[in-house]
């Protein structure tokens, strides 16, 4: 069964198929991209039933090594010196985990990066506002790094399935447009 809206999927352009070092030199210029990363290792597929947002203890949270993988991908942006400007993420415990043990900055929960895997009602709206937040920064100095899940990375870029830990590297165009930069795949 598809419940993806193909409305809400904005135009997004697949630039080119950087290699990673290409990638992490492009995040070093560090004006105007985003990082979009789908949470650490949480073993299982949704949430149980009746979760509740502001209860940990109801959801699906990060493995050990899921904690380790949060902590390696913070030292590979610290390693590479990337200048990170904002730190994003779902309220879901396992992004907010994630984020913090990458310890990249003060980590804002951002409500429009919430899943919407239970839920497809919000899928349309949060999708128009989550790319807008991306073209609204096209100027940003520094690199914004969100966390979220795999369903809102899908349904952003149309096409790419992230596994946990996986990023994909965005930048607004000059035309308005979304582009691609390219694919880090979790370390």
């Known amino acids: 069964m598809n ?16 290699s990673e070092a290409q990638i992490w030199s492009r995040l070093r210029q560090g004006r105007g991209y985003v990082v979009i990363m789908r949470h650490a290792l949480a073993p299982g597929i949704g949430d149980p039933p009746d979760f509740r947002l502001n209860d940990c203890s109801t959801q699906r949270n990060l493995s050990n090594e899921g904690r380790q993988q949060a902590t390696r991908i913070g030292k590979a942006f610290r390693s590479r010196r990337i200048q990170v400007s904002r730190v ?20 804002e929960p951002f409500p429009t990066l919430n899943s919407f895997f239970s839920n497809y009602k919000t899928q349309s709206q949060q999708t128009a506002q989550l790319r807008q937040f991306i073209l609204n920064n096209r100027n940003t100095p520094g690199v914004i790094v969100m966390i979220t899940h795999e369903i809102n990375m899908t349904t952003l870029t149309s096409d790419i399935y992230p596994k946990s830990g996986d990023s994909v590297v965005l930048r607004a165009n000059e035309q308005n447009k979304i582009e691609i930069v390219g694919q880090i795949k979790a370390i």
């Open 3 to 18: 419940n993806k809206d193909s409305s809400a999927s904005p135009v997004i352009t697949n630039v080119s198929a950087n």
């Open 88 to 107: 994003v993420s779902s309220q879901w415990c396992r992004c907010l985990e994630t984020a913090k043990l990458m310890n990249l900055g003060k980590v």
